[in-house]
């Protein structure tokens, strides 16, 4: 392609443009390429339904639909049909699908403080929705292949994926708006906007802990820091003289209860010792009578292996055992310590009060190969 | 045609010479009989019509292809964390501890999250103490699928011995081959005993 067929090119095929409407405008429409891109997400939908991925806990995703609702109007949810789901996993992070499927990441869920914090999180993501980001991306990467590819034939080199880097920043760009933007209904909602950085001093936090680069609810820019700061700003020039909103503290946590849990195991299967135990601290200390909380914190402490920590393990299942003398699983994991240690006698009869409890325990054979070699 | 053979001729000659001067391990070969792996750590008995990829410490079997059936053979060494979890292997581990760390290891994958276990028991794996787990999941299409893994600490190393298919048709049927293989393998007396075997 010459020059000059390279420029008709460009301007006869045009760009397909990426200033589109919010869905918050009146007389809004899917476009034809958006219709796709739903479409697209209506089928990962179904991949992540049929992995398993998505939490079956309809009382849970009632309560985030719930907080959902207060952050857009009903003529919102009109055009696009919101639903947040809990996915199984317990890496900090959610993303949002074009069609208005909000997933977040059950470590995510378990690591907030209160409501503020989740709507915070929602509002975000919803604005990705609203203000159309995956369809705005998506004719952005079409777009700048086809300038990249006449530019190329016009000044060889500049359409190389540099060039083509070069020309982008359309996700910081979205971000920032998504940031923005979410926070104004965080606010309107009557949400306290101050608690918006802690949501991110926890994601750092964990960032830290996990030595890994940033996950996808930042994007790929602007940085966390500088994420945190923007934030701090918004907050500071546009909030800054209203008084403090509601946090929800205790009904969220009352909510996430069983998430806290479930993650804190997830991370512990993750081998995430540090977050596993920050988890199951918050839970015990959530649900101080549930003997679940101990146990699990018996388990973090056999599993990491770490000096002390069979005496560690052995005292919380003590615990637990405290707390329900029918729950089974302190006693077989009382046993494994005792029987790697050698007392053979008192492993034998953790073990017996095990099967005792749990008769058709998945694990007996096992067991009962270690009764046989304690006697 | 003689002109032809001629350059047919230059032209293997060429390709003789390349790869000469750069000799790469055969991709897939014919499985036939007992393979020992190139570190010499273990050695397996493979049944024919299958192919094998070797690589120096595993190899990978299948018959038809490794979406419709495939056998895993691999190592790993005591202390290193385990694919997606951070947990590790540790000398004097029960056979269910270390079940326990692949388990993990299994259902911190990504995209595993949904994986359910079916069985977890012990089993006796190349003459040693060792445990069994049977899996189930959907795969990244939706295919649901099973997969057994027998696993066994020796010295430094854990040795793992996979079967995966999809759940109909092809799992019932080659499980016979892969408890087969199970059966013969066998872990290097020297490799184990220099690394501590237990």
């Known amino acids: 392609m010459n020059q000059r067929a390279a420029i008709v090119a460009l301007v006869v095929f045009g760009c397909a443009t990426t200033k589109l409407p919010p869905a918050t405008s009146s007389g809004f429409r899917l476009e034809e390429d958006e219709r796709n891109l739903w479409r697209q997400a209506e089928e990962a939908e179904q991949r992540f339904e049929a992995g398993g991925l998505v939490y079956p806990d309809a009382e849970l995703e009632s309560y985030l639909q719930e907080v959902a609702r207060r952050l857009l109007p009903p003529s919102v949810w009109a055009a696009i049909p919101f639903r947040v789901r809990v996915v199984r996993n317990p890496y900090l992070n959610a993303f949002t699908l074009p069609n208005g499927r909000i997933y977040v990441h059950a470590g995510m869920l378990a690591r907030m403080d209160n409501e503020a914090q989740l709507a915070t999180l929602l509002a975000h993501e919803m604005t990705h929705a609203t203000h159309r980001h995956a369809v705005r991306e998506f004719r952005d990467l079409q777009n700048n292949a086809a300038v990249a590819l006449s530019l190329n034939s016009i000044l060889p080199g500049v359409g190389s994926v540099a060039g083509l880097s070069a020309v982008r920043g359309y996700s910081r760009e979205m971000e920032t708006e998504a940031d923005d933007q979410g926070l104004r209904l965080v606010a309107d909602a009557g949400y306290d906007v101050q608690e918006a950085p802690a949501l991110f001093a926890h994601l750092k936090e964990q960032l830290v802990e996990d030595n890994k680069s940033e996950p996808f609810f930042f994007g790929t820019h602007p940085a966390l820091d500088a994420r945190i700061e923007n934030y701090r700003r918004l907050i500071q020039a546009q909030y800054g003289g209203r008084p403090r909103g509601f946090s929800n503290a205790e009904a969220f946590l009352a909510r996430t209860r069983s998430i806290v849990y479930e993650n804190a195991l997830l991370d512990l299967r993750a081998g995430r010792f540090v977050a596993a135990e920050r988890g199951a601290r918050k839970y015990a200390g959530m649900d101080p009578s549930a003997a679940r909380g101990p146990f699990l914190l018996g388990e973090i402490s056999r599993q990491r292996a770490a000096d002390g920590g069979a005496e560690t393990a052995l005292a919380e299942y003590r615990r637990a055992i405290a707390l329900d003398a029918a729950y089974a699983d302190p006693y077989r994991a009382m046993g494994l310590v005792l029987y790697k240690r050698g007392d053979k006698a008192a492993a034998r009869e953790a073990f017996e009060k095990y099967l005792s409890l749990a008769p058709q325990a998945a694990d007996r054979a096992y067991v009962e190969q270690y009764i046989g070699s304690s006697r | ?198």
């Open chain 2, 1 to 198: 045609m003689k002109r032809m053979e001629k350059r047919g001729l230059v032209v293997a000659v060429a390709l003789t010479a390349a790869c000469a001067s750069a000799p790469r391990p055969p991709r897939w070969i014919p499985a036939a009989g007992d393979y020992t792996a190139q570190s010499g750590r273990f050695t397996v008995r493979l049944p024919n019509g299958w192919m094998l990829h070797p690589e120096t410490d595993s190899l990978i079997a299948s018959r038809d292809g490794v979406f419709l059936q495939r056998i895993d053979v691999r190592t790993h060494e005591v202390g290193k964390p385990l694919g997606s979890t951070k947990k590790v292997f540790a000398r004097g581990m029960l056979p269910q501890e270390a079940a326990e760390v692949v388990q993990d290891a299994i259902v911190s994958s990504p995209g595993m999250q949904g994986a359910s276990l079916i069985e977890n028991g012990p089993a006796e794996v190349a003459g040693r103490p060792g445990f069994k787990l049977v899996f189930a999941f959907k795969d990244g299409d939706g295919l649901k699928t099973k997969a057994v893994v027998y696993g066994v600490l020796a010295g430094d190393s854990f040795y793992e011995l996979m079967y995966r298919a999809p759940e109909r048709y092809y799992f019932p049927r080659d499980m016979d081959t892969f408890e087969a293989v199970r059966a013969s393998f066998r872990i290097s007396s020297e490799v184990a005993g220099a690394r501590g075997a237990q």
